[in-house]
């Protein structure tokens, strides 16, 4: 399985950025999916979740200002960001939304938020 984050880059807080992530080797559309960061210095955590029927769920910091959604025709999910701070800033992946099994995590997309 092959995991490709990408549409991360620089902007200013208050601003938006639309992430996604194309996954191939599975069937995309019977799996949960989320999408996770990592900050500097820190341990990967969940950010958001897609469950193969389109239920989500996300972490309390981005209630509101994040949103995930999938296309199963093209095997990618995208977290649509909006209203960015700086400490949205991270690397973010995408992987099987579950707490018990992973693939391989793939490079991640850079975000960061600056003035």
């Known amino acids: 399985v092959q995991l490709q984050a990408s549409g991360g880059g620089l902007v200013q807080p208050g601003g938006s950025l639309r992430l996604s992530c194309a996954a191939s080797g599975v069937i995309f559309s019977l799996k949960d999916w989320g999408w996770y960061l990592q900050a500097p210095g820190k341990q990967r955590e969940w950010v958001a979740g897609?469950?193969?029927?389109?239920?989500?769920n996300y972490r309390s910091s981005v209630k509101g200002r994040f949103t995930i959604s999938r296309d199963d025709a093209k095997n990618t999910v995208f977290l649509q960001m909006n209203n960015l701070t700086p400490e949205d800033t991270a690397v973010y992946y995408c992987?099987?939304?579950?707490?018990?099994?992973?693939?391989?995590w793939g490079q991640g997309t850079q975000v960061t938020v600056s003035s």
């Open positions: 897609i469950t193969s029927g389109g239920s989500t």
């Open positions: 992987n099987l939304y579950s707490t018990s099994i992973r693939y391989s």
